[in-house]
């Protein structure tokens, strides 16, 4: 059985889309609109088997979330997708994988399905 995915998202209605698509593959699903939800959600214990986030999100940004990921040993080989409006080339990160807005739902899709049934470690 695969993990929950964390989706980190603010735009009520991306954050919609993206639950909707998720789901409908099977996938279940939890939401923080920012990232102070989403430290609260991990720091509690959760494990996800990817996390999809926004860089750009009110008061802490994506970035805080992936540092947290990268900072915490049992969370630094979570597979991570970042979402944004900046052009590519500006998103130098240590993500799995960089999606600009509006997001192509099918590659997206694909890519989640990729890591979030590889093992963990990557192995």
Request: aromatic share 4%; with cysteine; net charge negative.
């Amino acid at each position: 059985m695969v993990a929950p995915i964390l989706l980190v998202e603010d735009d009520e209605d991306t954050l919609a889309a993206l639950c909707h698509l998720l789901e409908g593959e099977g996938y279940t699903v939890i939401t923080a609109g920012d990232a102070e939800g989403a430290l609260k959600q991990l720091e509690q214990g959760l494990r996800p088997s990817v996390v999809l986030v926004d860089l750009h999100l009110p008061r802490a940004s994506g970035w805080d979330v992936m540092k947290h990921l990268d900072e915490e040993a049992h969370l630094r080989d979570v597979p991570t997708i970042l979402i944004s409006g900046m052009p590519k080339d500006n998103v130098k990160v240590l993500a799995d994988a960089v999606f600009r807005k509006p997001v192509d739902y099918g590659n997206l899709l694909a890519t989640v399905r990729q890591l979030a049934n590889q093992p963990a470690g990557g192995e």
